[in-house]
């Protein structure tokens, strides 16, 4: 089964190359796209600007999104989120620098999933993305949901608010 990429928007090559390692190293198989700035990745959530071919470019399973971004903020790129209906019920992880209370809740306010302070170790980075991929990208089973002819591993599924989103 193929599962969805995860999609990095980092504008730093820096963080970038760590995430993917810890990725790598927690064992999370999916693969990681990265948007440079925020307005790449609106283009890519759009299918914009060489984003076209959604075979080589497929929406993400969950969005890794850092706030201090060239060209359009990260706020920016979830409000457009929000706003699409293709795209609102991605799933948003907030990794950002900043552990200001305003940032924090205005990225809750408009949406997020979830908010993360980048470590400056990466030690603690590797703890963090094992902790996104328990969270957002192990297969969990609901009450009910199982069923005798589908094996338990044939569907991974998150929690959002309350309902629970295909991620493969």
Not at 18 to 25: I, L, N, R, V
Not at 32 to 53: M, P, T
Not at 58 to 64: A, D, E, Q, T, Y
Request: aromatic share 8%.
């Amino acid at each position: 089964m193929i599962t969805r990429p995860i999609l990095l928007v980092e504008d730093e090559p820096t963080n970038v190359f760590f995430f993917q390692h810890a990725a790598t190293k927690v064992g999370i198989t999916n693969v990681v796209q990265v948007a440079r700035d925020g307005r790449e990745a609106l283009d890519y959530l759009g299918g914009h600007g060489g984003f076209e071919d959604r075979t080589k470019f497929p929406l993400p399973g969950i969005v890794i999104l850092d706030l201090k971004l060239p060209h359009a903020t990260g706020f920016e790129v979830l409000q457009y989120m929000r706003a699409d209906p293709w795209l609102r019920s991605l799933i948003v992880v907030i990794l950002s620098s900043s552990a200001s209370d305003d940032d924090i809740n205005r990225a809750y306010a408009l949406g997020a999933n979830a908010y993360l302070v980048k470590p400056f170790n990466l030690g603690e980075l590797i703890s963090v993305v094992q902790s996104v991929k328990d969270f957002w990208l192990t297969p969990i089973s609901r009450p009910g949901s199982e069923r005798a002819d589908a094996p338990a591993s044939s569907s991974k599924c998150s929690r959002r608010r309350g309902t629970w989103l295909r991620l493969a």
